[in-house]
T-cell receptor, first 115, second 110 residues
Framework: KAGVTQTPRYLIKTRGQQVTLSCSPISGHRSVSWYQQTPGQGLQFLFEYFSETQRNKGNFPGRFSGRQFSNSRSEMNVSTLELGDSALYLC??????????????FGEGSWLTVV | GENVEQHPSTLSVQEGDSAVIKCTYSDSASNYFPWYKQELGKGPQLIIDIRSNVGEKKDQRIAVTLNKTAKHFSLHITETQPEDSAVYFCAAEGNEKLTFGTGTRLTIIP
């Protein structure tokens, strides 16, 4: 079956703009999480959604937000972009509710460059 | 919150030799420890995981060991091959949140 699909794969934005990234989880998966990956900070947890509800949130400013739709697809939004927001944004899905030991499957990510 | 430290940050080994990557974690409540492999241009992929009630797990050339008392766990890759070259991440899960190490870039020298 198809894996986690993220769009767009690459994008360039200007400081101050906002961006929306999209994620379609594996069919049947109901939980979606987002991570930011940078060379200096590694993989940082942004937030997790299950059944359209945010279940967990990382330590990111309010400029980072997300949502999940009834079909489990998810979007994340970053407003007022800063140069430091340049990163690979990874979406991951898992089959059930957030629980210890559920295998998460990552998409290939969206590369965001802020200039 | 949880803090995961991973060493080394880079590792080069001759093809056929073994590679070992080590991680420590801070939260004694963490009880699930996956390892991910990330190839260039791709998202991380789970390669092996271990739960806190198990001390060791093996899958072909890959093994993971866990010492809960010392709060550290390690990835062992034997008989390394060129396709093992990638970035490897350890992670620890506690309170339904996964915290990753900073990654190890493994290079296999032919």
């Amino acid at each position: 079956k198809a894996g986690v699909t993220q769009t767009p794969r690459y994008l360039i934005k200007t400081r101050g703009q906002q961006v929306t990234l999209s994620c379609s989880p594996i069919s049947g998966h109901r939980s979606v999480s987002w991570y930011q990956q940078t060379p200096g900070q590694g993989l940082q947890f942004l937030f997790e959604y299950f059944s359209e509800t945010q279940r967990n949130k990382g330590n990111f400013p309010g400029r980072f937000s997300g949502r999940q739709f009834s079909n489990s697809r998810s979007e994340m939004n970053v407003s007022t972009l800063e140069l430091g927001d340049s990163a690979l944004y990874l979406c991951a899905s898992t089959s059930g509710a957030p629980a210890v030991g559920n295998t998460i499957y990552f998409g290939e990510g969206s590369w965001l460059t802020v200039v | 919150g949880e803090n995961v430290e991973q060493h080394p940050s880079t590792l080069s080994v001759q093809e056929g030799d073994s590679a070992v990557i080590k991680c420590t974690y801070s939260d004694s409540a963490s009880n699930y420890f996956p390892w991910y492999k990330q190839e260039l241009g791709k998202g991380p992929q789970l390669i092996i995981d271990i739960r806190s009630n198990v001390g060791e797990k093996k899958d072909q050339r890959i093994a993971v060991t866990l010492n809960k008392t010392a709060k550290h766990f390690s990835l062992h890759i034997t008989e390394t091959q060129p396709e093992d070259s990638a970035v490897y991440f350890c992670a620890a899960e506690g309170n339904e949140k996964l915290t990753f190490g900073t990654g190890t870039r493994l290079t296999i020298i032919p």
